[in-house]
């Protein structure tokens, strides 16, 4: 089992920046990539951002492009979303995830979740 810890949410304005982190702990040698993915109220759970554990590979979604930075430190096995130039539709509870193989834009190739972290961007 590998649990997952998001932190760095809140409450700022429009262009603002936050980062969010993902501390991942238990059996995270099986773990291949982890990522991220956000969830707006009504809306379905949308994949923002992946990164390769081992070769820190990474994918974006479109509406993250040149706004979003993912990154990893494996010495605290932990994953970090840097979010600038943030807009209200950013306005979502984000989810950090961990998976072994699959296609990282799908929830499914994910074994593990967090709880989520709230992340609100006002006008």
């Known amino acids: 089992q590998v649990r997952l810890v998001e932190s760095g949410g809140g409450l700022v304005q429009t262009g603002d920046s936050l980062r969010l982190s993902c501390a991942a702990s238990?059996?995270?040698?099986?773990?291949?990539?982890m990522g991220w993915f956000r969830q707006a109220p009504g809306k379905e759970r949308e994949f923002v951002s992946t990164?390769?554990?081992?070769?820190?590979?990474?994918q974006y979604a479109d509406s993250a492009k040149g706004r979003f930075t993912i990154s990893r430190d494996n010495t605290k096995n932990t994953v970090y979303l840097q979010m600038n130039s943030l807009k209200p539709e950013d306005t979502a509870v984000y989810f950090c995830?961990?998976?072994?193989?699959?296609?990282?834009?799908?929830?499914?190739?994910?074994?593990?979740w967090g709880q989520g972290t709230q992340v609100t961007v006002s006008l």
């Open positions: 990164i390769d554990w081992t070769t820190s590979r990474t």
């Open positions: 238990g059996n995270t040698y099986s773990v291949n990539f």
């Open positions: 995830a961990a998976g072994v193989q699959g296609r990282w834009a799908v929830p499914t190739a994910y074994d593990y």
